[in-house]
């Protein structure tokens, strides 16, 4: 996978609306290993998945890596929630 995506592994829609679905931390550019999806059930009745069924999706998705500004000057309050008073 080239610099600059990531890839993530999300449940397929038929398992899913049965409460199967499966869940991977975001697979980053540098990553060489074999790739593992956690399934689980979380719906209310048993599942069985046959021997190479399909469970997720791989999706690849452009990642932006944000610059972080610290000093964000004097002009702007830290009032939090409505503090604008609008």
């Known amino acids: 996978m080239p610099d ?11 398992l899913a ?3 199967v679905v499966c869940e991977l931390p975001p697979v980053d550019s540098g990553y060489r290993g074999e790739i593992h999806a956690i399934v689980s059930n979380v719906g209310n009745e048993a599942q069985t998945l046959a021997k190479d069924s399909r469970i997720g999706q791989l999706i690849i998705m452009p990642v932006v890596i944000a610059d972080f500004v610290n000093d964000l000057g004097g002009q702007r309050g830290a009032g ?4 604008t008073g609008k």
């Open 4 to 14: 600059g995506y990531a890839a993530y592994v999300f449940p397929r829609s038929s």
């Open 80 to 83: 939090a929630f409505g503090s």
């Open 17 to 19: 609306a049965k409460g």
